[in-house]
């Protein structure tokens, strides 16, 4: 009511029974932080007085700007200037108006000083690119064949953690890229800093896109990241993304149909009876009733809510259940994770914990082997091409008779051909200059290795001109006192291979070969080990990750539209 001598605007209930409405009154629905019909003169009201009184109707703490309206798939917004419009002038609030009161961030709506705002988007841009050119690289690298300058190698693997080769060179790279981007894209969900992560999960977008086809509809990857883009679309409550995320959603549904077979069928097979994409499809359903909401299409949000909330519940961890797969020593984490993912059955849940650490015992042992065999390769050098020695066409080699390192050289000088290798194993002529080279190599690594171990370098050369070995060079650089040494004004000696090329100790890549296997030190990439480091550890391998959904936010925000849908159809008396 409006007391006597006051014209400001007032907000009053529907009184029982009184089934009139001035023509400039209105009956606004509202959901969401609080639910309920306000009567308001539409001619007087402004977005911040709705917001206000919202606020305080809510009966939380709530400040007034941390509440987002949104109306007819558009959103409410307050004008800069003093002079507000009133809520009639925005053209789309009339009598029984549905909106949608959501919690936001107040951060969101705080004014920043120009220069500031510019120099985080500056800062945001720049880690943007880091993580795009560190996933370039990483791909670039691990997708060819060449030998990894780290000690590990980035590999594709199915959710058996088998590796696989799919695809060309090129389709291997696109889905490494693609995949360290939706990862890390991941990570920035989780800490809830969606612009960022949908800046990232675009770049991975376009990444798969590099793809055939026919190699990205094998996987459910694609999909997934098209519904991580929507869920970042709705945590911003950004509504003017909406008809892009129908379309989104409708291609994810499809991709998901593809690789996962209608129902779900061809995944419970490959998955055991485990049920682990129920969370996945939840998130789904939600984000497909939210966007039937905002378009109008009642019937349909009803059904999708309906089924993301029948989900909802299924996901529900009983006490009993946990409390008892935790007396078995599991954590409360992964009991939790092992039950939502085996529709609570205790006993599937205890054969999936177990299988889940046999796989990682298994992964680990796998690591320890090949960060061993990288460590050989890189003693081999890498060929012309920068591939790293096929370890096993050399086995092969080794078990005919050859001496290892022998047979290594003749793969590496031949680009891994092992008939053209065997050739020069052979050929006696040929496998005299393969002896030559690999002595020289072998020196030159031990001459790294003594001036690692604090002599002059020029010392270290004239002691390995006289030596034989490590032992006899040692012996020469101890015996002689560093200020009578005769070599200390000598210029350091050249070694010569059997190519025609010639280095000094200073000459030796990091991958213990020379020049002359093919690593042209001037053309060495710059890499950004900090970023790489980033996106490398990123990938756990964990091949249920995409899927371990707490799905917290997705249950309120399945009531708080459910509720909505609610207060559309209650009739206004």
């Not at 690289?137 to 064949?145: C, E, K, N, V, Y």
């Not at 950004?528 to 917290?552: F, W």
Request: charged share 30%; aromatic share 4%; net charge negative.
């Amino acid at each position: 009511m409006e007391a006597e001598g006051d014209n400001s605007p007032v907000v009053n209930m529907e009184a029982d029974g009184d089934t009139s409405t001035p023509a400039r009154m209105a009956k606004l629905k509202i959901a969401g932080a609080w639910s309920g019909v306000l009567e308001v003169d539409l001619r007087e009201w402004t977005v911040m007085m709705l917001r206000e009184e919202i606020a305080k109707r809510s009966g939380s703490s709530l400040a007034p700007n941390s509440i987002n309206l949104i109306c007819g798939g558009k959103v409410m917004k307050d004008e800069e200037n003093q002079s507000q419009p009133k809520l009639s002038e925005l053209g789309f609030i009339k009598n029984n108006s549905k909106i949608l009161a959501s919690r936001i961030s107040v951060s969101d709506n705080v004014e920043e000083d120009p220069r500031t705002s510019f120099k985080k988007e500056e800062e945001r841009a720049t880690t943007l690119a880091r993580i795009k050119d560190a996933a370039v690289s990483l791909a670039r690298r691990h997708a060819d064949g060449s030998l990894p300058v780290e000690n590990f190698n980035i590999e594709l693997e199915n959710q058996n953690g088998e590796t696989f080769q799919l695809g060309s060179e090129t389709d291997r790279q696109g889905l490494m890229m693609g995949l360290m981007l939706h990862t890390n894209g991941k990570h920035l969900i989780k800490q809830q800093k969606y612009r960022d992560a949908l800046d990232v999960l675009n770049m991975g977008e376009e990444s798969f896109a590099l793809c055939d086809s026919a190699v990205t509809e094998m996987i459910d990857n694609v999909p997934i990241l098209q519904i991580d883009m929507v869920w970042c679309y709705f945590m911003l409550r950004d509504i003017k993304w909406l008809s892009m995320a129908g379309v989104r959603l409708e291609k994810a549904r499809k991709g998901l149909e593809r690789s996962h077979g209608k129902d779900s069928s061809r995944a419970r097979v490959l998955q055991g009876g485990a049920q682990p994409e129920v969370a996945l499809y939840l998130r789904l359903e939600l984000l497909e009733g939210v966007v039937a909401y905002h378009s109008g299409q009642t019937e349909k949000a009803l059904k999708s809510l309906n089924s993301a909330q029948a989900k909802y519940i299924q996901l529900q961890v009983p006490d009993e259940a946990l409390s008892m797969l935790m007396s078995m020593g599991y954590g409360e984490k992964e009991a939790k994770r092992a039950l939502r993912m085996n529709n609570q059955n205790i006993e599937r849940a205890a054969g999936f914990l177990v299988e889940e650490y046999e796989r990682d015992a298994r992964r680990r042992e796998e690591d320890i082997r090949r960060e061993k065999e990288i460590r050989e390769q890189k003693k081999y050098g890498v060929t012309a091409l920068k591939k790293a020695v096929d370890l096993q066409r050399l086995d092969e080699l080794v078990s005919i008779g050859f001496e290892k390192e022998l047979a290594a050289e003749a793969l590496r000088r031949n680009e891994n051909d092992f008939q053209m290798a065997l050739d020069e194993l052979t050929n006696p002529e040929k496998f005299t200059a393969i002896q030559v080279l690999v002595a020289s190599k072998k020196r030159k690594r031990l001459g790294e290795h003594l001036v690692r171990m604090g002599f002059d370098r020029s010392r270290v050369v004239e002691a390995l001109r006289n030596s034989v070995t490590k032992e006899e060079a040692l012996n020469i650089l101890t015996s002689q006192a560093p200020g009578n040494a005769s070599t200390d004004s000598a210029p350091p000696t050249q070694l010569h291979n059997n190519e025609g090329s010639s280095s000094d100790l200073n000459n030796v890549d990091a991958t213990g070969g020379s020049s002359s296997s093919g690593v042209n030190e001037n053309t060495e990439e710059i890499r950004d080990v900090e970023m790489e480091h980033v996106l490398a550890h990123e990938l756990t391998g964990d091949p249920y990750e995409d899927y371990d959904i707490e799905v917290t936010k997705e249950g309120e925000a399945v009531t708080e539209y459910l509720a909505l849908l609610a207060s559309a159809s209650t009739p206004v008396v």
